[in-house]
């Protein structure tokens, strides 16, 4: 998960300095007069003199704050941006990292925050403007939906530090993009920009830079307004599309579908649509 930046530094516990958390998030001029977007949390990566360094203790800040809003029931979806505008996270704390061996890594346990980002059952979007690398690169793909401004610029240029990534980015890019262009990234440390990565399926959707944020809520708004417990089965369901050979996925799906005809929302969701009206979600 690594790549070059600059002047990182470990926070002490305390009050979060490395991220910010509106829940819920402020809306964007688009969905006015609304003055907040309901059930939509917006969480920024606040360390811009560092391009949004991702440091041990900000990984586990990152994976803390996405969990209590995971037990929140009144959020519903996650965007997650970079401050600024140079970066989204424009790698790992390499400080931090150039003093580690095999044993301190395997052991020292820095690396569970990303199995604890991993899982989240809400849907998390990354809202990407700028430097998506390294670490930075393998967050936004850790996301469900990653909405990119038209300057965002991606890569895992792990291989010029004499690594290569180490926090899913070998994995998932090759599932998002295919093994030939992953393993060329990969080998090279080449980058790729938004419209390149649009084409390849590594983004939901390319905007201007200025409304990547905005329209990152728009569309976690519309997910919202979803019954959250078949956005959950959902998430799941296609994660696990990825993960499993197809006999046991269509079975993973089956199972999901039919535990959702125990619940409320289905009963609701279908009579709503049987009486011509607007369904009232409840997540039960």
Known sequence: MTDATTDATTDEAGPSRLIRVEMPALAPASLAPAATVDGVALVTIDRPDALNALSFDL?????AAFEALDADPACRAIVLTGSGTRAFAAGADIRELAIQTSASLASGGDFDAWGRIDAVGLPLIAAVRGF???GGCELAMACDMLIAGDDARFGQPEINLGVIPGAGGTQRLTRAIGSARA???ILT??????????????VTRVVPAEATVDAALELAARIAAMPPLAVRAAKRAVRAAAELPLTHGLAAERQAFFALFDTDDQREGMSAFIEK???AWTGR
């Open 59 to 63: 990984l586990r800040e990152l994976a």
């Open 132 to 134: 998506a690398l390294g």
């Open 183 to 185: 393993m060329e990234m």
């Open 189 to 202: 440390g080449r980058t790729m920009t938004a419209d390149e990565a649009a084409a390849a399926g590594l």
């Open 277 to 279: 009206r607007p369904a």
